[in-house]
């Protein structure tokens, strides 16, 4: 079946770092990739969104391409604030026509210091 | 346009007991998925609910069920609690076309406990 693997965590930068976070995934078809964010206490927030091969999905300065020859979706962002922190979770959809699944890596939790 | 919506936040109910969470979606939304967070499991699909009918279930047993009604809101139930319940239950909204380019867009949550 679908799954998704990311990078474990927790990673810790300093303010104006680069930031990578890893995800490879594996699914039939074309699936749609995604990277939501969670802060404490909250529900997901869609981050960015890329639904076929070669796009590159952005939001706030992070950005992620869909890359279906590696099949990954790394997330990155030039220069990280200490308002980043968070935790991510790279997530794709069901290929399947009708099927409103999305199927999730275990999240990276991101912690930017001064 | 407003979000998706959740009630209650907080529960605590204990063993054995019954729980009805409610989720409000996007306006103009039609499918509603709901979705079990946990430390140990991470982020598991319960089930997705379009026009008031369930179109897709995730690997939970019969005791978590739910619903839809007719201006999209859904509701969940999970009856005969267990100590591992205890989590945070998430509702996401979607315009609910049948591809996958389809986005779900997340409330913030439920969090349960079971005493």
């Known amino acids: 079946g679908d799954s998704v693997t990311q990078m474990e965590g927790p990673v810790t930068l300093s303010e104006e770092a680069f930031l990578t976070i890893n995800c490879t995934y594996t699914?039939?078809?074309?699936?749609?990739l995604f990277w939501y964010v969670q802060y404490p206490g909250e529900g997901l927030q869609l981050l960015l969104k890329?639904?076929?091969?070669?796009d590159k999905g952005s939001n706030k300065g992070f950005e992620a391409t869909y890359r279906k020859e590696t099949t990954s979706f790394h997330l990155e962002k030039g220069s990280v604030q200490v308002s980043d922190s968070a935790v991510y979770f790279c997530a794709l959809s069901g290929v399947r026509g009708g099927e409103n699944k999305l199927t999730f890596g275990t999240g990276t939790q991101l912690k930017v210091e001064l | 346009k407003a979000g998706v919506t959740q009630t209650p936040r907080y529960l605590i109910k204990t063993r054995g007991q019954q729980v009805t969470l409610s989720c409000s979606p996007i306006?103009?939304?039609?499918?509603v998925s709901w979705y079990q967070q946990t430390p140990g499991q991470g982020l598991q699909f319960l089930f997705e609910?379009?026009?008031?009918?369930?179109?897709n279930k995730g690997n939970f047993p019969g005791r978590f069920s739910g619903r839809q009604f007719s201006n999209s809101r859904s509701e969940m139930n999970v009856s005969t609690l267990e100590l591992g319940d205890s989590a945070l239950y998430l509702c996401a909204s979607s315009l609910g076309v049948a591809d996958s380019t389809d986005t779900q867009y997340f409330g913030p949550g439920t969090r349960l406990t079971v005493l």
């Open positions: 306006s103009g939304h039609r499918s």
């Open positions: 890329a639904t076929k091969a070669d």
């Open positions: 609910y379009f026009s008031e009918t369930q179109r």
């Open positions: 699914a039939t078809g074309y699936p749609s």
